[in-house]
Every structure is written in structure tokens, then in C-alpha cells.
């Protein structure tokens, strides 16, 4: 059950549409997942038992980031639903209406908005996680350089009618940064 905070008031009900927006950060992701996956199958190729084990795990994580990422993501989209109102951003679940993840307002510096020109997209609430990651940002395999394979922790995906959302955003008093593509 949804409890809001007391004086919250419920601005905009936004249920995401059941497709994908793909920025150019989730297009080089996809590309060196697929490298990943081929290199990945060349390995599994390979008898030597140590090989085999290590290209195993390899290409389970590879399928993850070439399929299953978003074959999850699908089912989230398809449960969720992202609410503004004038104290913090809320995605819930939309069938238990169980709020999962919020942010107060006071919290969020800036808000990314990464759209098409039919003014569909994600919007960002923070910085958006970079794809080669940063300099202080420790990766699995390598302590610098490297593929973030992380997701932005605080987002609305697959939002139709930003062009409708952003004055709300700016009459909060948030700062909005447009990216399109």
C-alpha cells in the first residue's frame, strides 16, 4: 500500500510506454556486449577444462547484458509506475502499489532528460552513469578504465510526452538538461 508523507501532494501519474529508448550509451553497451558474447562462444570452444570454466561464467554474464537485462527490464516497465510529487519522485509497483524506490526532491541537483523527437525517453535524476565509468570508479576486472555496465539508480524509462513533464520539473525549481537524440 502506497502511504505518501504528510501535505504530499500527487502532481503527475506517469505509467511508461511497453518499448525501449535506446541513447548512445545503451547502443555502444549492446555492440560490446555482443563482442563480449562472441568472444565469450570462441572461448567455450576451446577443451582446456580452466578455459571452459572461465568462458562459462563468461558467456552467462554476456547473454545477461545482450538479452536478459532487458527481458527484465521489460517486466519492470511493464510493473511499474513513476509518480512526481511536490516532495520527491516515486517509482512504484503498480499492482501492490509498494513503493520501491523514491528520491526527495531537496536530493535530486539535476534532472537529465534523453529524448527522440517525438519527445519520447528517459529521464535521469542525477548524473547519468557514463559508460566508461570514471577515473574513481572501481570495475570488476581492472582497478581504472573499463565498460559500466551499471544503470542510473534513480530514472523513469520509456516515458512518452516529456515535453509535458519538463515545465513541471522547472516549477519544482529543478534544473533540466536536455539531450536529444
Same mark, same amino acid.
Given at each position: ?5 504528510v501535505?504530499?501532494?500527487?502532481? !503527475?501519474? /506517469?505509467?511508461?510506454? @511497453?518499448?525501449f ?9 549492446i555492440v560490446?556486449? *555482443? %563482442?563480449?558474447?562472441?568472444i565469450s ?17 563468461m ?34 509497483e503498480?499492482s501492490? !502499489?509498494? /513503493?520501491?524506490?523514491? @528520491? ?14 517525438? *519527445? %519520447?525517453?528517459?529521464i ?9 565509468g570514471?577515473?574513481?570508479?572501481p570495475?570488476?576486472?581492472f582497478k581504472r578504465?573499463?565498460m ?8 523513469f ?6 515535453d ?17 537524440y
Amino acid at each position: 500500500m502506497m502511504i505518501l508523507n504528510v501535505n504530499e501532494i500527487i502532481l !503527475k501519474e /506517469i505509467l511508461p510506454t @511497453k518499448s525501449f529508448f535506446f541513447n548512445m550509451t545503451e547502443k555502444i553497451r549492446i555492440v560490446f556486449s *555482443f %563482442f563480449y558474447l562472441t568472444i565469450s562462444i570462441l572461448l567455450l570452444t576451446t577443451m582446456n577444462s580452466f578455459l571452459f570454466i572461465f568462458a562459462m561464467i563468461m558467456f552467462g554474464a554476456g547473454l545477461y547484458f545482450t538479452i536478459f537485462r532487458w527481458v527484465l527490464r521489460y517486466f519492470d516497465l511493464k510493473n511499474d509506475c513513476y509518480l512526481i510529487t511536490n516532495q520527491r519522485i516515486i517509482i512504484v509497483e503498480r499492482s501492490s !502499489k509498494d /513503493i520501491w524506490k523514491y @528520491k526527495k526532491l531537496e536530493e535530486i541537483e539535476q534532472v537529465n532528460v534523453e529524448l527522440n523527437s517525438r *519527445f %519520447f525517453g528517459n529521464i535521469i535524476f542525477g548524473e547519468p552513469e557514463n559508460i566508461f565509468g570514471k577515473n574513481d570508479e572501481p570495475f570488476s576486472l581492472f582497478k581504472r578504465r573499463g565498460m559500466n555496465f551499471n544503470e542510473d539508480k534513480y530514472v523513469f524509462l520509456s516515458v512518452e510526452h516529456i515535453d509535458e513533464i519538463i515545465p513541471l520539473f522547472e516549477e519544482l525549481g529543478l534544473k533540466v538538461n536536455k539531450t536529444f537524440y
